[in-house]
């Protein structure tokens, strides 16, 4: 169950609609003054995948609502290591993890929902989406030049193309949550010198060597770009049916806490339970328990 104290945490992180938003007001070394050793944090968060695997097994049985996951954010914030953690207990035959990279040739002759929507979670399912429809009010806004290999219609392309695109992306999360898809996304807020840290631990552990790419430095060195696109994409699509989440994210412990507790959050308000078994069910069960001797 999510506690009271748990609910004020959330209420830290989740961006309130309709008031401007401003990433300034968040801060990636917050830990909403939880400590990991006094406060047991690593029993709250194992409680959390736990509540999380329930909660999972009965929206599975349900089979009406379907769950979207979004995860954003820069490169080393520990996408996927919240989500390792998070999902650690879920049903694997429940839930699907996709990763978008750079779209190939074929991605690039749609429409940009389009790779997206293919990847979108069955009724009963959680849908993890490891980047998103927001790459393309972040990373190709910080880069026009994957913008003109879009191959869109030059007429299209005006000075409002990332104001149009947030609206479109707004209205399809829209859409997806009339058609019972609980769309929740999560920015993992990572600071610029723990983002140097972490880099640095790629180089020099011969184990971590292979998640260490030059491009990210490269990205890196837009950091204030990104940002300003992350504060419009946030502040473009915050919404009561598909909330952003900021979430601390130099803290790996903590990020995991407060990402886990705000997808529990979300299906203790759906009110799962296991189909109810009608009167001619019970009986067809008696039959079978009777033919089984
Ligand atoms: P990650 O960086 O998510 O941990 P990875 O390192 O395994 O994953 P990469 O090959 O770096 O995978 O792929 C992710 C890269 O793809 C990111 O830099 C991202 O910005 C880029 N990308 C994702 N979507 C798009 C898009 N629509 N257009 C251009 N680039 C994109
Ligand atoms: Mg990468």
Known sequence: MVTKRTEKMLGRYRVPTGKAFRLKDFDPGDTAGLSLEK??????LQQGVDRLAELQDM???QDRWSVLC???AMDAA?????IKHVFSGVNPQGCQVHSFKAPNAMELD????????????????IGIHNR???????VVRVHPEYLAGQKLPPRLVGKSVWDERLEDIAAYERYLARQGTVVLKFFLNVSKAEQKKRFLSRIDEPEKNWKFSAGDVAERGHWDAYMAAYEAAIRGTAAEHAPWFVVPADTKWFTRLVVVAAIVQ????LDLHYPKVTKAQKAALEGARKALG
């Open 39 to 44: 406060d047991h944090a690593a029993d709250l």
């Open 59 to 61: 929206l599975y049985a």
């Open 70 to 72: 979004i995860f954003q």
């Open 78 to 82: 520990g996408k996927d290591g919240a």
């Open 110 to 125: 749609h429409d940009f929902l389009w790779r997206h929507s293919t990847a979108l979670p069955e009724r009963g399912r």
């Open 132 to 138: 998103s429809w927001y790459e393309e009010v972040l």
């Open 266 to 269: 979300a299906l203790e308000g």
